[in-house]
């Protein structure tokens, strides 16, 4: 039998300030990292080795329609090539309530510079009405009904996303759930391909 010698770090846990509801976070550069939430439009730059308020905050509301102080509802990111790409909820209100401004997917580049990072192209609004809907391969988990319902009731729900070693996107579903004879229901999967042409 090999013994093996180790230790273990406690190091202090860092506390980042400024946003209450992180919901998405991609790393920017060897020691920071941007940070979306589900509670406002801002994409918050903070230091990964060292505790205290965001090292910069960029307001991107004005990229997206409507043009209201409504939350866009940023729920996942994830980095391919030289973009990070975004993706909102999709989903309607607590009260089924269609928030047309909740349907966005869109790609961000980041600048050393005093630009920090700028939305590009034009955030695409379109994947949910109509492209998911209109998909056979996801028939089985009947998004037209889900698309109409509120999320705690069931309904279209995105928090997933990430890139593939073929330049894809995959987006994951919290709901709607397919009932399978398996332990656990299925999960909706949805490949983007060639999301570079998107953006």
Request: charged share 25%.
């Amino acid at each position: 039998m090999t013994n093996f010698n180790f230790s273990i770090i406690f190091a202090e846990p860092l506390k980042h300030f400024d946003i209450c509801d992180a919901s998405a976070a991609v790393p920017w550069g060897e020691d920071r990292f941007f940070v979306g939430n589900d509670e406002d439009n801002i994409l918050r730059l903070y230091d990964s080795h060292q505790s205290g308020k965001a090292v910069e905050s960029v307001d991107i509301n004005e990229y997206f329609f409507p043009h209201d102080d409504e939350e866009i509802d940023i729920e996942c990111v994830t980095n391919l090539g030289d973009f990070s790409y975004w993706i909102t909820s999709h989903e309607r209100s607590k009260k089924g309530k269609f928030k047309e401004k909740r349907h966005q997917l869109f790609a961000v580049q980041f600048f050393d510079n005093d630009a920090i990072l700028g939305v590009i192209g034009q955030p695409y609004q379109k994947l949910v009405l109509p492209d998911l809907l209109e998909n056979s391969l996801l028939k089985p988990f009947d998004l037209k009904t889900a698309e109409t319902i509120a999320p705690k009731e069931g309904g279209l729900n995105i928090e997933g996303l990430t890139a593939t070693p073929e330049d894809d996107l995959l987006i994951g579903f919290r709901s709607p759930l397919k009932p399978l004879t398996l332990p656990q229901p299925e999960q909706p999967l949805k490949p983007i391909v060639n999301p570079f042409f998107r953006a």
